[in-house]
């Protein structure tokens, strides 16, 4: 049974950082993209970051310079630092693992909620 679990969320004043952190389990292998998503009230699901299993990363124009994503394949987990935080970066943030083509796959972790006010 796959299970990814996210945690490091909470409340931060603008200006503030986070480090949100997924772990993988029940996956076998490491050839997958590993990514972050977001939701706020009222909008839909978008893309923050992305990774390749060799690397390649991905970013949304508005979190570009201040989250960096990374990823241990050996621990299969995933991580978003996230600094010069906003409070349009309020949401409910989702780790998610995917793969497509033969062996596709498309797994999402429960949310963790990321509050940036003073």
């Known amino acids: 049974q796959v299970q990814l679990v996210e945690s490091g969320g909470g409340l931060v004043q603008p200006g503030g950082s986070l480090r949100l952190s997924c772990a993988a389990s029940?996956?076998?292998?490491?050839?997958?993209?590993m990514a972050w998503y977001r939701q706020a009230p009222g909008k839909q699901r978008g893309l923050v970051a992305s990774?390749?299993?060799?690397?390649?990363?991905n970013y949304a124009d508005s979190v570009k310079g201040r989250f960096t994503i990374s990823r241990d394949n050996a621990k299969k987990a995933v991580y978003l630092p996230m600094k010069s935080l906003k409070p349009e970066d309020t949401a409910v943030y989702y780790c998610?693992?995917?793969?497509?083509?033969?062996?596709?796959?498309?797994?999402w972790g429960q949310g963790t909620q990321v509050t940036v006010s003073s």
């Open positions: 029940g996956i076998i292998g490491s050839i997958y993209v």
């Open positions: 998610n693992v995917n793969r497509d083509g033969a062996r596709r796959i498309d797994y």
């Open positions: 990774i390749t299993a060799i690397g390649s990363r």
